[in-house]
């Protein structure tokens, strides 16, 4: 039963993305609260304890709150059979997805000028690879680039993995040295642990600025993908990545050819507690990879109701149909809206999964 007990944080401070004081009601874990935290607020936001309650009564307390706070935000974990015990009025965001690259890469992907320019930058820094093969080696991997790239670019919103999964499993990983003038300056790890194999983790050289703008971090995906393209493999698993279009990783991995897989580790509910102009705000920014009826589709929260994308703007549906959904909608954001049935009922389907 303790597991049915929330605890239900509020965080108040100027919206990003229109400089007025608001409110959000979160229940998450502490990680995901500080990346969504930064995400919805501007610098000097404030966080607080407001109660912990009963899963099904976490409703009820965003109602009893003044002032009013705009949305509810809670995270439960994908397969979790209390999700059930929550009324139909949340919205569902993959919050982490998994994700997969076929090999050899498809020619959309190599003949897009992202990539392209990856491969122009490798070349220009005169990268090389070396297959690691002491265990001392994979220590210093982790101790000085793989913790101080997760740290450093995530802040208190990282997550990294522990230097004994690493160790443990040494015997089913791969590490990857990416050198330049003979000396390592990133590397990335293979792991062999499932049934296809997974780039796990990279690192960059006490993420040394200068390393990162030479695009070492494109030689570590392009040496990872022609290790295993090279060891006969057809397909390749990407890990986790968060599920909203704006997040950065879920972008670059894309320019690599990335398509969702599955929903995994947690959603997102989300929930209008009061709507508003600034609930509209929030909601834009909140575009994303959704699970809806049990399917993995593309939404676009806009408020140009009246957009044709094919027509107004052609770039709309390759921009924001992400590989591997099953559909691509629009809810629009013109009128007060609800995630109920009813509401739900206003999506605009704009293209279904032949696109992919």
């Not at 993305?17 to 979160?26: A, D, P, Q, R, Y």
């Not at 690599?256 to 508003?276: C, D, H, Q, Y």
């Not at 691509?328 to 999506?347: A, C, D, H, N, T």
């Amino acid at each position: 039963m303790k597991s049915l007990k929330v605890e239900v944080y509020e965080t108040r401070g100027k919206s990003r993305f229109t400089g007025n004081s608001i409110s959000v009601l979160f229940a998450t874990k502490p990680k995901s609260l500080h990346y969504l935290g930064n995400h919805f607020f501007e610098p000097g936001h404030v966080t607080r304890l407001v109660t912990k309650c009963w899963l099904w009564r976490i409703s009820h307390v965003s109602r009893t709150i003044d002032p009013a706070p705009t949305l509810l935000l809670l995270e439960m974990g994908v397969g979790n059979k209390k999700l059930n015990l929550l009324g139909d009025d949340f919205l569902k965001l993959c919050f982490w997805v998994r994700g997969e690259i076929d090999l050899p890469l498809d020619q959309q992907v190599v003949k897009k000028k992202d990539y392209k320019e990856q491969l122009r930058r490798i070349r220009k820094a005169g990268f090389e690879v070396e297959l690691a093969r002491d265990i001392t080696q994979l220590e210093n991997f982790y101790n000085n680039m793989y913790l101080p790239l997760v740290l450093g670019s995530h802040g208190e919103s990282a997550n990294p993995m522990s230097k004994q999964s690493f160790i443990e499993n040494y015997e089913k990983l791969d590490l990857l040295l990416i050198k330049s003038q003979g000396q390592a300056v990133a590397g990335e790890l293979v792991a062999y642990e499932k049934t296809i194999p997974e780039l796990r983790a990279l690192g960059v050289k006490d993420r040394d600025p200068n390393h990162l703008k030479s695009g070492v971090i494109g030689a570590c995906y392009h040496f990872g993908l022609q290790h295993l393209l090279k060891k006969g493999y057809t397909k390749v698993d990407l890990g986790p990545t968060r599920g909203l279009f704006s997040d950065g990783v879920l972008k670059y991995k894309r320019k690599w050819g990335m398509r969702a897989a599955e929903p995994t580790t947690s959603f997102l509910l989300i929930k209008i507690v009061n709507w508003s102009q600034e609930v509209n705000a929030l909601l834009g920014n909140m575009s994303g990879i959704y699970e809806i009826e049990s399917r993995m589709v593309s939404l676009v929260f806009s408020e140009n109701t009246e957009l044709n994308p094919i027509a107004d703007d052609p770039t709309f549906i390759e921009y924001n149909f992400y590989p591997g959904t099953e559909a691509l909608y629009v809810f629009p954001l013109k009128e007060q809206i609800e995630f109920s049935k009813s509401g739900l009922s206003r999506l605009r389907l704009i293209q279904a999964d032949s696109f992919n």
